[in-house]
């Protein structure tokens, strides 16, 4: 079977190469002739390659497939899947190519060129092959590795209006005569410099992608520093200090904890003039001041301007990341671990950028809404340039651009490295991004060179440098930041390119010092490149994005730009104190040598002149950051009273699913004065799929620039209608995107102090298997709300295949501590799981997550089960939906959930016909059930003293010795969760395997979880108890159609099509 697929692709690769006519030929061309014909002398190798080529494509497959087959047949005999001479003739003479022995010999060693008397098939069909065609057309641009790329598409001139033809011409005249005169740099200035000019005088145009790579903002536009430059960096020094020893010392005593020392020490500076100078405190006005999305690698600098500010101890920064025994400090920004400090979890690499961009939108959406007053509230999103390359960070990109969040500000912090090496060692980062951000549109502002360095740009006459500083890869640039040395770069930038007269001025050190003073470390010129972001968020209509030249591991001298600084983890001794004198630390050589209770944290003290301006400064701004303060929900809304979840009690004869059923209820709850205004219904695409299209007209989709089109629907009562503060939020397909949003809605009861509750219905398949990260990162962030999973069951989402059908969702979203899932059978299920979710995360305060199974499949709901305290156990997780009925010969228990108890209710009708009276039950969590039972085993295993307790499922299921069959539509792992604390004989049936298309009972039969199966099940399981004989099990198998053979296209690798 491997060979005739082998065999195939061969087939393929032989007809795209030779196939007439059109293809490409990579050996000469060849006059093929019938493979039977001999001349009066032997073929030449080249003819019978050629001949060999036609016997294989000629045959519509069938001589590739010969051949592979036979081949393997040939070389399997001696375990090897190579061949000889004599193997190999027999061979052609097969397929059809007949060859005399010399021809055998000849053509056998153009397969053979080693002379190694055996071919492999790996070289038979590469030789057949031939050369491997250029991967392009040409791959001349592969060696340029900077500046502007060619394209196939420069020579086309589009077809546009010219109006004055002549004027039009003596424009294009005008560029020949500055590129024949003055040469390309001048002609690209002055280019630039007109688009720029006509984009100010509002010329509808679409400015350049990138530009010279220059500060964006000229110095003697810099506005006037207005902070006290010497006293912030001293600050920034201490702050610097106190960040990278932590992280040393905390390795140094608990081995292995880790951290980072680099990531910080790059963006100091930068963070320093936020906190000094534009990062909005809680306390601000105009909403609840920033928010931070910070580099997770970068926390340490977060607590190390905590503790100078008296927020933490020296006994929290001497324990970070170790945390079990309370009082240290989270590894990166985790509000789970530090509820009061952290906001804002971003160290699952590009979820930072894609949460700051639906944080911006959720803020303007709220604000839209009339729900809270974000106006003063911006979000400043720190980006590594490595963590640029996830797919987040890009759609994050796009997605603010188009929505034009002009409250959005992105610092990338570009230190041209990332884990290992370079981000882009050939090319330049900073102007690759700024093309990206640009054509999303951004404003964007390049921060790239410092004060010294820059004056040599602004000098620049003719652009020469700065046509040699675009063309020298960031490789180069981290290499001369990490060897420190002025001559080289001399050399290498200025003398080699003939522009040594440009720095005759500076001494080499002078010249060095220039060059390690990039943009992202000079105070002034951030605060600048901070200002005009700051005016752009206020009367701007675009996200703005800063583009900031740091040196990873700035100022530690040993490790500073090499490529192994984001590994280190501690400091030596030299290090230490070469990092002290160079930031001007006053600790002396004993205190680092030999330090005595953290010694060498540089704290000066409350009382300090440092110190008091820090706290001023923050005070001005609103407060410290980061911080959380989460509003006590419970005080704030009135929740919804118990009548309004009674809509389904009574039950319902008309077919309905449980998707039905929930939006019904999310409909009435959206309908509840205060309490509905704050209820997010979120959907990707997919309200019509959930029966929620109805909810367009009464409700509006969220639209922040109105509806300025009329909708092919318009004329109908159930139009789509959009509006500034329309309730619904339709977030595109994509579910990372609309994930991120959710977490803001459900987050923001702690950053705006206004609780909504959002309700995000999906496609099932496509939330934990697809997203599940975000979910964690949701429930870090202490996020509240609902996530339905809709369209859920491996048999009910019949049609959609094995992408679609969705059997393990609850068992993965067990794995996450913050989840509670639900897989409710009934409408009533569904009205009283949503009751109990409200309750605990609005009643109670609860930071939950309630996951909800839903099913497309259309039946009748029952009424309000009579067994007491029904609803208590359905909460718990499992409840007796009816009781055994009396007079029968046997018991069984069954017990079913989500759309399978059908098959579970219609297999009781069926046991029934073998005197077998059916106990009928409801699990709609066996995820609680399992975490309850590890929670009453961890009791009973610390106190052997006391009586065993039991848990909620042993209560109802483990004094029994009778049969017990489970069915539902989830991979049978899920239901095993309880198996150890069910009595008697457990026979679980579920859908394991990929799923397929079909229709559902044909499904339920492959998967064995109709209701024949259920049927079936429990009497083989009788049999084996002694209670009925084996042949009624048997006869009810045969009756059903129910067989062992099963086969599985999906599992069967033997399998032909």
């Not at 848990?951 to 899920?974: M, P, Q, R």
Request: glycine share 10%; proline share 5%.
């Amino acid at each position: 079977m491997a060979a005739a697929r082998i065999g195939q692709s061969l087939n393929r690769a032989l007809r795209t190469r030779f196939n007439a006519g059109n293809c490409r030929s990579y050996t000469p061309k060849i006059n093929f002739r019938a493979g039977n014909n001999f001349s009066s002398g032997p073929r030449s190798p080249e003819q019978l390659m050629g001949e060999l080529r036609v016997v294989l494509t000629s045959k519509e497959m069938q001589g590739a497939q010969e051949l592979s087959n036979e081949w393997f047949a040939l070389a399997d005999k001696d375990r090897s899947k190579s061949i000889g001479p004599d193997e190999f003739r027999g061979l052609m003479e097969t397929i059809g190519l007949s060859l005399q022995p010399a021809e055998s010999d000849a053509l056998f060693g153009v397969f053979d060129p080693r002379k190694s008397g055996e071919i492999s098939y790996t070289e038979f069909t590469n030789t057949l092959r031939g050369e491997m065609p250029k991967f392009a057309a040409s791959l001349a641009f592969m060696d340029q590795y900077t500046g502007h790329y060619p394209s196939a598409m420069a020579s086309l001139r589009r077809v546009q209006p010219r109006f004055d033809a002549a004027e039009t011409d003596e424009w294009l005249e005008s560029l020949e005569a500055v590129l024949s005169h003055h040469g390309p740099t001048r002609a690209r200035f002055l280019i630039h410099e007109l688009m720029d000019e006509a984009v100010r005088k509002g010329v509808p145009i679409s400015s350049s992608i990138t530009t010279p790579m220059c500060n964006t903002i000229p110095t003697d536009a810099e506005p006037k520093y207005p902070g006290d430059l010497a006293m912030e960096s001293r600050i920034s020094n201490l702050v610097r200090w106190n960040a990278a020893v932590m992280v040393s010392d905390g390795n140094k005593r608990a081995a292995g904890v880790g951290g980072h020392i680099g990531t910080f020490a790059s963006m100091c500076d930068i963070w320093e003039v936020g906190m000094n100078h534009f990062f909005r405190g809680k306390a601000y006005g105009g909403g609840m001041g920033d928010q931070l999305y910070i580099q997770g690698h970068a926390a340490p600098g977060a607590y190390a301007r905590a503790y100078l500010e008296g927020r933490l101890s020296l006994d929290h920064i001497m324990n970070f990341r170790q945390e079990v025994k309370g009082g240290g400090l989270s590894s990166y920004p985790h509000p789970r671990l530090m509820p009061g400090f952290w906001e804002n979890p971003t160290v699952s690499m590009g979820l930072g950028p894609l949460q700051a961009v639906c944080q911006a939108r959720f803020f303007r959406y709220l604000h839209l809404r009339g729900l809270a007053d974000t106006s003063a509230s911006r979000v400043w999103c720190f980006i590594g340039d490595g963590e640029m390359d996830e797919p987040e960070s890009i759609y994050a990109i796009a997605r603010a651009g188009y929505e034009r969040l002009n409250n959005l500000i992105m610092i990338v912090n570009c230190n041209y490295q990332r884990l290992d090496g370079p981000v882009r060692g050939n090319s330049k980062v900073i102007q690759e991004f700024e093309g990206v951000f640009r054509g999303a549109g951004y404003d964007c502002i390049k921060l790239i060179w410092g004060d010294t360095w820059n004056d040599l740009v602004d000098n620049d006459h003719d652009g020469r440098l700065i046509e040699v500083l675009e063309r020298t890869p960031d490789g180069d640039c981290q290499r001369y930041a990490a060897k420190q040395d002025g001559r080289l770069i001399r050399a290498e930038i200025f003398e080699a390119n003939g522009l040594a007269d440009r720095v005759a001025h500076l001494s080499d050190d002078e010249l060095l010092s220039a060059f390690m003073i990039p943009g992202g470390h000079d105070h002034k010129k951030i605060y600048a490149a901070f200002a005009q972001a700051e005016k752009n968020a206020e009367s701007g209509g675009r996200p703005t994005v800063i583009l900031a030249k740091t040196l990873k591991g700035f100022s530690l001298a040993t490790f500073q730009g090499r490529n192994t600084v984001h590994q280190q983890k501690s400091l030596k001794e030299e290090e230490m104190l070469s990092f002290r004198d160079v930031l001007n630390i006053p600790l002396t050589d004993e205190q680092i040598k030999n330090p005595k209770g953290g010694d060498f944290f540089r704290n000066p003290g409350p009382d300090s002149l440092e110190v008091q301006y820090m706290k001023e400064r923050r005070a001005q701004l609103g407060g410290f950051l980061p911080s959380r303060t989460p509003a006590k929900t419970s005080t704030l809304v009135d929740l919804p009273g118990p009548d309004t979840y009674t809509l389904f009690d009574k039950g319902s004869e008309k077919p309905m699913s449980t998707t039905m059923a929930f939006a019904g209820l999310l409909r009435k709850l959206m309908k509840l004065g205060d309490f509905g205004k704050r209820c997010v219904p979120m959907v990707t695409d997919e309200a019509r799929t959930f029966g929620m299209n109805a909810f367009f007209h009464e409700f509006k989709i969220h639209a922040p620039f109105g509806q300025h089109y009329t909708p092919v629907d318009h004329d109908i009562l159930m139009k789509y209608s959009e509006a500034p503060d329309g309730q619904i939020l339709q977030e595109g397909i994509s579910e990372a995107g609309a994930l991120c949003t959710w977490i803001a809605t459900g987050t923001s009861y702690s950053s705006q102090g206004c609780p909504m509750m959002p309700f995000f219905i999906y496609y099932s398949m496509f939330g934990f298997q697809r997203v599940g990260d975000i979910i964690w990162q949701g429930a870090d962030a202490r996020a509240r709300g609902f996530l339905l999973g809709a369209t859920a069951g491996r048999t009910t989402l019949n049609g959609e295949g094995l992408q679609h059908q969705d059997g393990h969702s609850l068992l993965i979203g067990l794995s996450n501590p913050a989840v509670i899932g639900w897989d409710p059978a009934f409408s009533f299920e569904v009205s009283y799981i949503i009751e109990h979710g409200i309750n605990e995360m609005w009643g109670k305060d609860k930071d939950l997550i309630y996951y909800i199974s839903l099913y497309n499949e259309n039946h009748p709901m029952p009424k309000l089960p009579s067994e007491p305290d029904f609803k208590d156990n359905l909460l718990k997780g499992l409840y007796r939906l009816r009781p055994a009925k009396e007079g029968m010969a046997y018991t069984v228990r069954l017990i079913g959930s989500g759309s399978i108890m059908q098959q579970v209710l219609r297999a009781a009708d069926l046991l029934e016909e073998y005197d077998v009276a059916t106990e009928i039950w409801s699990a709609t969590n066996y995820g609680e059930l399992h975490r309850e039972a590890v929670r009453v085993e961890r009791q009973s295993r610390l106190r052997p003293h006391e009586p065993k307790p039991t848990c909620h499922v042993e209560k109802f299921l483990g004094g029994w010795d009778g049969v017990t069959v489970i069915a539902s539509d989830n991979i049978t792992a899920y239901p095993q969760l309880i198996e150890k604390y069910v009595g008697g004989e457990l026979i679980i049936l579920g859908t394991d395997g990929f799923g397929r298309s079909d229709t559902r009972e044909a499904l339920r039969r492959f998967f064995e979880v109709d209701a024949e199966s259920v049927t079936a099940s429990a009497l083989s399981a009788l049999s084996r108890q002694g209670k009925v004989p084996a042949d009624v099990a048997l006869g009810a198998m045969e009756k059903y159609g129910l067989t062992e053979d099963r086969p599985d296209i999906t599992m069967d690798h033997e399998w032909q099509a």
